[in-house]
C-alpha cells in the first residue's frame, strides 16, 4: 500500500483554532474547528487547487504539521 500525501495545517481564525488535512492525491479538503468538528468536506480537486488552497490558508498564517507531530507543539 502506498502512502498518500497528507499536509496538516493549523492556524487561529477569529480567535479559535482551525484544523485543515489536504490530500494531494486523493484530491480532498476537510477543516475542522478547535473541537474537531468538521466544518467544511471538499473531493474531487485537482493537485492545482489542492496547491492553491495550501497558499490561501498559509497567507492565515497556518503552520505545517507532521503526522506524527504531538498535538498542540506549536503553540
Known amino acids: 500500500m ?5 499536509n496538516i ?3 487561529l481564525q ?5 484544523k485543515a488535512i489536504l490530500c494531494i492525491d486523493d484530491g480532498t479538503l476537510k477543516i475542522y ?3 474537531d468538528n468538521l466544518i467544511l468536506r471538499r473531493t ?3 493537485k492545482l487547487q489542492v496547491k492553491q ?4 490558508i498559509i497567507k492565515y498564517g497556518a503552520k505545517k504539521l507532521s503526522e506524527h507531530a504531538e498535538p498542540f ?3
Open 73 to 75: 507543539k506549536f503553540l
Open 33 to 35: 474547528d478547535e473541537n
Open 14 to 18: 477569529n480567535d479559535k483554532l482551525v
Open 44 to 46: 474531487g480537486l485537482s
Open 9 to 11: 495545517w493549523i492556524w
Open 2 to 6: 502506498r502512502k498518500k500525501n497528507k
Open 53 to 56: 488552497i495550501e497558499n490561501t
